[in-house]
């Protein structure tokens, strides 16, 4: 089995802020698919092809509460978090097969919880705040124009993940190398 993990916050307060971007895609990719995610007490979850994909609800900071409940009663082999990303401009994606929590703290509680960084990420830029606090500016929402970036992304996302869904990590590396130059030409003219 394979966990994939959209972090985020529950609830309808933060359904559209940009800390919950990764929850909101998996929305769009299950959604896509034809399929609901189905409740647990601590996320939500769909299971398809091996692969479990889940929403914590545990809230951002006690991410790594939700993916150790589904270790307690599945084998996984590999994990995939898709998480927001300040350091990234809206629009950016950045996969990595393991690395550092980067002062993300849904990262960090997942990374606390494994007793390890040895988990994939797929970072979604959703760029840095100009004048306001970070914590007030990740919990904030997506303005107009951004969501319009947003959808390309999305699409972007889905490609990604079915790459990954019914292939690998390598595979969806692979598929973001190829689609990355069309991809940034359709941001740049939006």
Same mark, same amino acid.
């Given at each position: 089995?394979?966990?994939?993990?959209?972090?985020?916050?529950?609830?309808?307060?933060?359904?559209?802020?940009?800390?919950?971007?990764?929850?909101?895609?998996?929305?769009?990719?299950?959604?896509?698919?034809?399929?609901?995610?189905?409740?647990?007490?601590?996320?939500?979850?769909? *299971?398809?092809?091996?692969?479990?994909?889940?929403?914590?609800? *545990?809230?951002?900071?006690?991410?790594?509460?939700?993916?150790?409940?589904?270790?307690?009663?599945?084998?996984?082999?590999?994990?995939?978090?898709?998480?927001?990303?300040?350091?990234?401009?809206?629009?950016?994606?950045?996969?990595?097969?393991?690395?550092?929590?980067?002062?993300?703290?849904?990262?960090?509680?997942?990374?606390?919880?494994?007793?390890?960084?040895?988990?994939?990420?797929?970072?979604?830029?959703?760029?840095?705040?100009?004048?306001?606090?970070?914590?007030?500016?990740?919990?904030?929402?997506?303005?107009?124009?951004?969501?319009?970036?947003?959808?390309?992304?999305?699409?972007?996302?889905?490609?990604? @993940?079915?790459?990954?869904?019914?292939?690998?990590?390598?595979?969806?590396?692979?598929?973001?190398?190829?689609?990355?130059?069309?991809?940034?030409?359709?941001? @740049?003219?939006?």
């Amino acid at each position: 089995m394979r966990l994939v993990v959209g972090l985020g916050n529950p609830g309808k307060k933060y359904q559209n802020n940009r800390h919950n971007v990764g929850s909101s895609f998996l929305d769009f990719y299950i959604k896509k698919l034809g399929y609901r995610f189905k409740r647990k007490i601590k996320f939500d979850y769909f *299971t398809l092809d091996n692969v479990i994909f889940i929403k914590p609800k *545990t809230y951002m900071n006690r991410s790594g509460d939700a993916v150790s409940s589904i270790l307690t009663k599945y084998k996984i082999a590999e994990i995939l978090v898709l998480s927001d990303d300040i350091y990234l401009p809206l629009g950016e994606v950045r996969i990595r097969k393991k690395g550092s929590p980067g002062g993300h703290n849904g990262l960090r509680s997942i990374s606390e919880s494994l007793g390890s960084n040895d988990f994939s990420r797929l970072r979604i830029g959703v760029g840095a705040p100009e004048a306001e606090a970070l914590s007030q500016y990740v919990l904030d929402n997506f303005s107009k124009k951004e969501e319009k970036i947003l959808k390309f992304v999305f699409d972007l996302l889905n490609d990604l @993940l079915e790459s990954y869904h019914h292939g690998d990590l390598d595979q969806m590396i692979n598929e973001y190398s190829v689609l990355k130059k069309s991809y940034s030409k359709k941001i @740049l003219d939006s």
